[in-house]
């Protein structure tokens, strides 16, 4: 779930969500304009969230990259014993669709399902249950923090902390399996019981 959000000195960050469909979710993954990343950007975060910086504070081909391999992966690679594939579903922008990504997650044992363009917001479960709570929940935080520090700014050394409280308030398990419910997405079941036959 890419979504960006805006500084009052209009710089752009993108917050990365992942989740799967029994109600879980990836810690956040920020992507903040800059050249050189200062520990400062993630005080205040949830444990586990990371950052990478692009000149833009877009994501782009070499940030979904670095984000599969330095943090997707971590905390979604099954058991080896298991001999499962990942199945990562996930908005069809062109700089995600890079071959050479694509051949690192065969090799990696990650299935890339890209949805097509314009129509993540029916499509994607992020997008059809996350989005507004998380818009709502981080827009809530940022009154809050505007009301106790009277004359302040939010700055890009603030989001972090603001964008966690909210993903941590909006992702609920139950948010999430909503949002796959909605999408037609079920878990595969492989224990249940096929009929026998006649």
């Not at 940030?63 to 391999?69: A, G, T």
């Amino acid at each position: 779930m890419p979504q960006a959000f805006t500084s009052p000195k209009s710089t752009t960050t993108t917050v990365i969500g992942c989740v799967n469909a029994l109600g879980n979710s990836i810690h956040l993954f920020f992507v903040f304009k800059g050249k050189r990343c200062n520990p400062d950007l993630m005080k205040g975060g949830c444990t586990g969230a990371a950052v990478t910086l692009s000149e833009t504070g877009w994501s782009n081909g070499e940030v979904f990259r670095h984000y599969l391999e330095h943090h997707f992966l971590s905390f979604a690679k099954p058991t080896p014993s298991s001999n499962q594939l990942i199945l990562l579903i996930y908005d069809g922008h062109t700089s995600h669709k890079r071959p050479e990504t694509i051949t690192w997650a065969r090799e990696h044992e990650i299935v890339l399902f890209v949805l097509p363009a314009h129509i993540s917001h029916l499509l994607q479960p992020l997008d059809v249950a996350i989005s507004g709570p998380f818009k709502k929940h981080y827009c809530s935080e940022c009154s809050q923090f505007l009301s106790r520090h009277m004359g302040q700014n939010i700055t890009k050394y603030n989001i972090c902390t603001l964008a966690c409280r909210a993903y941590l308030k909006a992702l609920t398990p139950a948010n999430i399996q909503s949002g796959f419910r909605k999408t037609g997405i079920y878990l595969l079941k492989t224990d249940v019981n096929q009929p026998e036959k006649m």
